[in-house]
């Protein structure tokens, strides 16, 4: 008989136990679920913090609390964007996606997952999109000040847009470099987008583009350049305009190429 009681005490004792910790959950504040997806963050444990980062940012917009809705967005977007990484590397790339336009979408602001968005492009095959997507995350770190990892981020498009055209990829190589273009000039973008135009015929179409590789890089401009737009001139039967354009290269890597060009063309 004794033992039949100690049995329905315990079970009761748990039931008990269940239900208080159920309460528990439930009266969690928005500040609470912060310091704990927090704690979880600084251990680098970031597929723990992150769940609790939008539970404290559902707590907190119910609450209208707006302190932890800002916390839990900057540092959910932190989160996400190092979950996207471990996705990346482990060759998960819509995993990765994910998690990188989740952090989009909890800080706008955060240009570590435009980044992370842009590698997932590039590694997928989506070069042109991955461009965009480079020159989006420079705009951000700009925006917050960090002008070097900008000039690094902008590199890396310029380089993909090159790639694209050394690897003879003509038809990417142009629409990425336009798309480079449209968002932020530059000369050796230009450069490309003329050689790959020039290389499928379409001189018309690359003179404009040759022009502003010049002019964008002034009298720092490179020898190449010159070449590209005087064998553009070369196909549009302009010689002499041609023969003006070798004349500007200096440097040694193009001088005879030039030399000869000048004297055949002048013949």
């Known amino acids: 008989m004794l033992k039949g009681i100690k049995i329905k005490t315990t079970v009761s004792f748990v039931f008990m136990m269940l239900f208080a910790f159920a309460i528990s959950a439930q009266e969690k504040t928005a500040a609470g679920l912060y310091n704990e997806g927090l704690a979880f963050l600084k251990e680098k444990n970031y597929e723990s ?10 707590k907190a917009e119910t609450d209208q609390n707006e302190k932890v809705i800002k916390l839990a967005k900057k540092n959910g977007a932190v989160a996400a964007y190092n979950v996207g990484n471990t ?3 482990a060759g998960d790339h819509d995993g990765a996606m994910a998690m990188y336009e989740k952090g989009i979408s909890l800080n706008p602001d955060n240009a570590s997952n435009y980044s992370g968005k842009a590698a997932v492009l590039e590694a997928k095959g989506n070069k042109v999109e991955s461009v965009s997507a480079y020159l989006v ?3 951000k770190q700009e925006a917050a000040g960090k002008a070097d990892r900008a000039m690094k981020i902008v590199k ?7 790639r694209m055209y050394t690897g003879k990829n003509y038809d990417n190589a142009i629409a990425a470099g336009k798309a480079f273009i449209a968002m932020k000039p530059n000369s050796e973008v230009n450069y490309y987008v003329a050689r790959s135009l020039t290389e499928q015929g379409k001189n018309e179409e690359a003179l404009p583009f040759s022009d502003q590789a010049i002019v964008l890089a002034g009298d720092a401009a490179d020898d190449k350049y010159y070449v590209a737009k005087a064998v553009i001139l070369e196909n549009l039967n302009k010689p002499a305009e041609a023969i003006e354009m070798y004349k500007k290269v200096t440097g040694e890597k193009y001088k005879k190429q030039a030399e000869y060009k000048i004297q055949t063309l002048g013949s």
């Open 49 to 58: 913090g992150l769940p609790l980062m939008e539970q404290a940012l559902a």
């Open 87 to 89: 996705k990346r590397k």
């Open 137 to 139: 995350a420079a705009e």
């Open 156 to 162: 890396k498009a310029q380089n993909t847009v090159g």
